[in-house]
């Protein structure tokens, strides 16, 4: 299985902050890799796929990048809605693995 | 807008089997992949597999051959068949739409399975 590692585990940030979050996989995966965020009590939503493509509706602060092995996720001005979790999720092979999220909390 | 709505039981004794029903409104199973996804208390969250609307699927290994997914495009439903169940298969189960099987774009709200007797 690909072993997909999250850093950091935890980021305290203020509102207006810039915000990053890396993903690294245990293997090369392209640019199969997407990040959702997660509430709490609500269910994973879909912020960026293959890598560095906005879902539609996500507002644009929030931007991917990255190929092969090395990701980041930046949210470049920080929101109050923004505070969540996020998981990364590689979509290269089978099993898909997600990593261990990072909580993104109020400063 | 697509909405998944998750169904079953929230308590099921262990050995038993799990069985969840996801359905699927103001769209058609008739595409894409159709996902479910599984999170422990507190925890990551766990792929658990999926199914093509051909009725072709796909499974975490992790899981032994223990899990089923089927699809009804009669009902608009899918379900989730997860066998001999222990308190490690307690989570919130969601079901979820891939239109890429690459990753999942469309949530249910999730359902809380606990395994106890």
């Known amino acids: 299985d690909i072993q997909m590692t999250q850093s950091p585990s935890s980021v305290s940030a203020s509102v207006g902050d810039r915000v990053t979050i890396t993903c690294q996989a245990s293997?090369?995966?392209?640019?199969?890799l997407a990040w959702y965020q997660q509430k709490p009590g609500k269910a994973p939503k879909l912020l960026i796929y293959?890598?560095?493509s906005l879902q539609s509706g996500v507002p644009s602060r929030f931007s991917g990048s990255g190929s092969g092995t090395d990701f980041t996720l930046t949210i470049s001005s920080l929101q109050p809605e923004d505070f969540a979790t996020y998981f990364c999720q590689q979509g290269d092979s089978f099993p898909l693995t997600f990593g261990g999220g990072t909580k993104v909390e109020i400063k | 807008q697509l909405q998944l709505q998750e169904s079953g039981p929230g308590l099921v004794k262990p050995s038993e089997t799990l069985s969840l029903t996801c359905t699927v409104s103001n769209g058609s199973i008739s595409s894409a992949y159709w996902s479910w996804i599984r999170q422990p208390p507190g925890k990551g969250l766990e792929w658990i597999g999926f199914?093509?609307?051909?009725?072709?699927?796909n499974y975490n290994p992790s899981l032994k051959s223990r899990a089923t997914i089927s699809v009804d495009t009669s009902k608009n439903q899918f379900s989730l068949n997860l066998s001999s169940v222990t308190a490690a298969d307690s989570a919130t189960y969601y079901c979820?739409?891939?239109?890429?099987?690459?990753?999942?774009?469309?949530w249910g709200q999730g359902i809380l399975v606990t395994v106890s007797s």
């Open positions: 979820a739409r891939a239109l890429r099987y690459t990753d999942s774009d469309s």
């Open positions: 293997q090369g995966i392209s640019s199969w």
């Open positions: 199914i093509y609307y051909s009725g072709s699927t």
């Open positions: 293959a890598a560095s």
